[in-house]
């Protein structure tokens, strides 16, 4: 397998945190590398530093030390994703991944549609809003729909059940076609039918050619996964 | 986009926003009131010194006054940028009424009253002139007295004595031509003539008369038999202007209850000084009260008189005289020429060419004006009527200055109530923060989001707190006949300590809009921690934070 099917690639990668005085080593030496159109999955025990690894590669934090990049298509140059300014990683977050949390972290006093049209005004100028507001509203609805939500659009997050709110981050993730979509426990809180729901619309995803980066500590979850990773010690293993 | 959306969702969907606004509202409507209350007292005063002095004044700040006026006037008639001038005599007084006990302390201005009212705006502020117009004169006059009206029937048949009462014929031909330009009296308590007229729908007559039933004379005795015919009774005397205030009382309303009649003989008591400095013998002089004038300012119109400039030029032995050693002439002197200009003259400019010219009669060679007046006319000054009121309006231009300063001091705390709320709602919304830079927020941005929050809670509350303001200016003194309404020691404004019979009620314009974009800065300054606090915060650790 050549590089050029690498979307994203990650080496040596360490981070640690600061409790008080003492400093907690999370991750010692992670390298990764994530195949274009992969649903790559990564198990670890709660703790591990499954959450900061996605965080990381999501550009959503910076390691202490190590190198991360993406290469958005075949042709494209390779771009750094770490090391690179705040500006930088703000407008990758913004074009090129899409997040889903555990705990949906939608905006309470917003609507399912607003909350997924937020990412699309993340980045857009009002004038630009104006200008193309309809076809961003119906790729929205479209993809609320898609995901099951069609009849939700003016709800407000507290009006819907765990696995409608994680629908519509799902939603939220991927309504500006991220490269890679990171789920970070998707299906943590949610009952046993809801999370079905949810590795189906990933299954779903990732048929239709969506990169896909999961982690999670449910081992079942893992057979539907192209590739597994586990995180033990701060390094990943096969 | 996000940022405009989120700001503006905040503002509406976090009622503690709510607060915050009020808070720049009340501080906004505090200050919009205080000041345009002190500006309108300010203004107030500037018109009032300008309607009673004309553009420029000239003084020497003597109780002997000066000489020369008449040559000065003479000569300046003739420059172009010259409306008109006019010598202007004040001197302090006791005022009495004949038959009555009342007894007052009067500063007493002698005027020409035709030259007074090109110069400045005195004529407007009187009475009787402006109800019969042409009828006010300082001149020689007799009391105008109401009589029975031939013409109509009595007022009832029950009681045949009680006649319906008229006016001369010249000053209902007068009072008709007032009617016809639309002038009504709308500031005076109607009298019992005035009541039963009204009540009968027959056309009332503005002020106070007396009715001829006791005799055409002074003394009452009806010995000419003139008895219930109206017209001009009583010894021929020079007239006077009347301060408002010294010839009625002022009702609750606004509206003047008179208690002197037009005509009245009144004894005016005049102190002279000589040219040694000491006062002379007190000169008594009877004058009719001919009209009485409403300047707006209390401390005039309670204590202020008017007669003519030639006789109080002569009763203060300040007219042209013999001297003693039959040496020569005394030149005639006054206290003040009034002059107004023509418009777009530059008031200053003139000012100082006006005095160089009067200083010019002291390099001539004048043999009337001997080292006496030398020294008066050393003296002179002339002034804009800004200039000569400076001592007047700099406290207050201060006072207003400090007042609108201590408040907007004050105000500071609207400011850091908007600190406060808008960093309650930042630690609230940490997650949210943190959601939005998940999304590709910059730090900048979410910054921008509690700034622009800031100047939306500025916006909308400076908006509310200058229109409250702006109405409660111009409802003040409606607001004030409520208080008192509820209870009458609320009475916040006392015309005779604050000169004005009314609370200032205009706003101006560049004031109000300093004022409430003052406001809205002081929201966007409260604003700018709670945004320094977003745009630092991590988008992990603000994902994290519980």
């Known amino acids: 397998m050549s590089n050029a099917d690498n979307l994203l690639t990650a080496a040596a990668i360490r981070k640690h945190y600061r409790m008080g005085r003492s400093v907690v080593p999370v991750l010692t030496s992670c390298d990764l590398s994530v195949r ?51 500006r930088e990683r703000n407008e990758m977050r913004r074009r090129w991944f899409g997040f889903v949390f555990q705990f949906y972290h939608l905006l309470p006093e917003l609507s399912v549609l607003e909350n997924v049209l937020m990412t699309r005004m993340v980045g857009t100028s009002i004038a630009g809003w104006f200008g193309g507001r309809g076809a961003i509203r119906r790729d929205a609805i479209a993809l609320l729909e898609r995901v099951g939500l069609g009849a939700r659009l003016k709800h407000r997050p507290a009006e819907l059940s765990g696995g409608e709110r994680q629908r519509v981050a799902f939603a939220r993730a991927l309504v500006h076609k991220p490269l890679l979509l990171l789920a970070d426990e ?35 979850l893992t057979q539907s996964a192209d590739r597994m990773l586990v995180l033990e010690n701060g390094a990943l293993q096969t | 986009m996000y940022k405009l959306f989120l700001t503006l969702r905040y503002l509406f969907a976090r009622r503690i926003a709510y607060f915050a606004i009020a808070a720049v509202m009340l501080c906004t409507a505090m200050i919009v009131i205080v000041n345009s209350v002190m500006g309108g007292f300010l203004d107030k005063i500037k018109a009032k010194a300008r309607g009673l002095l ?59 009253l035709e030259k007074t009212y090109r110069i400045n705006a005195f004529k407007q502020s009187l009475f009787y002139e402006k109800h019969y117009p042409g009828s006010t004169t300082l001149g020689v006059q007799q009391q105008p007295k109401l009589g029975f009206d031939p013409e109509r029937s009595p007022v009832s048949s029950d009681s045949p004595g009680e006649m319906w009462v008229t006016l001369p014929a010249e000053l209902l031909d007068l009072l008709a031509k007032a009617r016809a330009a639309g002038i009504e009296d709308r500031e005076t308590v109607d009298s019992g003539v005035n009541v039963a007229l009204r009540k009968a729908g027959l056309p009332t007559l503005p002020g106070l008369f007396e009715v001829n039933i006791e005799g055409a004379t002074d003394d009452g005795s009806g010995a000419d038999g003139s008895v219930g015919r109206a017209g ?43 040219d040694g400095g000491s006062v002379d013998a007190p000169i008594k002089v009877p004058l009719r009260y001919a009209d009485d004038s409403r300047t707006g300012i209390y401390e005039i119109d309670s204590k202020t008189i008017y007669c003519d400039f030639a006789l109080l030029q002569r009763l203060l032995l300040m007219d042209e005289g013999e001297r003693a050693d039959d040496s020569g002439k005394i030149p005639a002197r006054c206290s003040q ?28 060679d004048l043999p009337d004006v001997r080292e006496f007046e030398r020294n008066l006319l050393s003296g002179i000054r002339v002034q804009t009527w800004e200039e000569s009121q400076a001592a007047y309006i700099a406290p207050v231009e201060k006072e207003r200055f400090l007042v609108t300063i201590l408040f907007a001091i004050i105000s500071l705390v609207a400011a850091v109530l908007v600190m406060c709320i808008l960093y309650m709602i930042v630690l609230q919304k940490t997650r949210d923060i943190g959601i939005v830079k998940s999304l590709g927020g ?52 006392d015309r005779s300590v604050y000169s004005f019979d009314e609370i200032p009620n205009t706003v101006r314009t560049i004031d109000f809009a300093i004022i409430v974009v003052c406001g809205i800065l002081l929201a966007i300054l409260g604003s700018l921690a709670a945004a320094w606090r977003a745009a630092r915060m991590q988008p992990v650790e603000a994902l994290r934070y519980e």
């Open chain 2, 442 to 493: 910059s730090s900048l941005g979410v910054a921008a989001i509690f700034i622009g929050y800031g100047a939306a809670i500025g916006i909308v509350g400076a908006a509310l707190g200058g229109t409250l303001g702006y109405y409660f200016v111009i409802y003040i003194n409606e607001i004030q006949e409520f208080l008192i309404w509820i209870r009458p020691e609320w009475q916040v404004w």
């Open chain 1, 36 to 86: 274009r159109g992969e649903f790559l999955m990564i198990m670890g025990r709660s703790g591990s530093g499954k959450s900061t690894l996605l965080h990381l590669l999501g550009a959503l934090d910076t390691p202490d030390s190590g190198r991360i990049s993406l290469t958005a298509g075949p042709q494209s140059p390779e771009v750094s994703v770490f090391p690179a300014t705040e």
């Open chain 2, 54 to 112: 004309g553009d420029i004044v000239v003084n020497n700040n003597s109780a002997r006054g000066f000489p020369l006026y008449g040559e000065f006037i003479t000569d300046i008639s003739k420059w172009p940028e010259i409306e008109a001038a006019a010598p202007v005599i004040f001197s302090y007084g006791l005022l009495s009424f004949q038959d009555t006990a009342i007894l007052n302390t009067v500063q007493v201005n002698g005027i020409d």
């Open chain 1, 186 to 220: 998707p299906t943590g809180n949610l009952d046993a039918e809801s999370g079905a729901k949810i590795m189906t619309l990933l299954h779903d995803l990732h048929r239709n050619g969506q990169t896909i980066v999961m982690v999670t500590h449910d081992m079942q």
């Open chain 2, 232 to 274: 001009y009774f009583g010894d021929p005397r020079e007239g006077i202007i009347i301060g408002r205030d010294l010839v009625a009382f002022r009702e609750k309303d606004g509206r003047y209850r008179r208690y002197m009649q037009r005509g009245r003989m009144t004894i005016l008591t005049l102190l002279p000084i000589s």
């Open chain 2, 337 to 364: 020429i009034q002059i107004k200009i023509k418009p777009g003259v530059d008031a200053n400019k003139l000012a100082e060419r006006l005095e160089q010219h009067y200083r010019s009669y002291l390099e001539k």
